[in-house]
């Protein structure tokens, strides 16, 4: 349960981190006020999670002979539009993750791809191994 917090938290930063980063990627709240706003980022980043966890491991699944094809590059793809679902779902949600173009959800793809790594990174001892039995 803590990795899952952590993780969760690490993604709602980056997200965050995303807004601040990339033109043409933000977040619009439920209701105004700094603690709507975090709550807003931690809700945009479990939607991105179970996005990413359910759909995104299908998608890499199927289309793996594409990507050995095209040398890993279609997977830039792949996270551009993962994204891109995530702002469609949060947006139908009435708040959430509004981002303008395709190619400002390929840059923000990018980006938070980039910060989420150096955050688990920074964070790595926070998340533990996953096995919590000590021997």
């Known amino acids: 349960m803590r990795r899952f917090l952590v993780r969760l938290l690490i993604n709602a930063v980056a997200f965050w981190l995303t807004t601040l980063i990339v033109a043409g990627v933000h977040v619009v709240p439920f209701a105004p006020g700094t603690l709507?706003?975090?709550?807003?980022?931690?809700?945009v980043a479990l939607v991105f999670g179970i996005v990413n966890g359910v759909i995104g491991n299908l998608v890499?699944?199927?289309?793996f002979p594409l990507y050995i094809l095209t040398l890993g590059l279609?997977?830039?793809?792949v996270n551009a539009l993962l994204l891109l679902?995530?702002?469609w779902l949060s947006t139908e949600a009435g708040?959430?993750?509004?981002i303008d173009t395709f190619w400002s959800g390929f840059w923000g793809a990018i980006v938070l791809a980039i910060i989420?790594?150096?955050l688990?990174?920074?964070l790595r001892p926070l998340l533990g191994r996953g096995d919590s039995r000590r021997r």
């Open 36 to 43: 709507d706003t975090i709550v807003t980022y931690l809700l």
């Open 116 to 118: 989420s790594w150096l």
């Open 74 to 77: 279609l997977a830039l793809i």
């Open 85 to 87: 679902l995530v702002a």
């Open 60 to 63: 890499r699944i199927v289309a």
């Open 95 to 98: 708040f959430g993750l509004v």
């Open 120 to 122: 688990g990174i920074i």
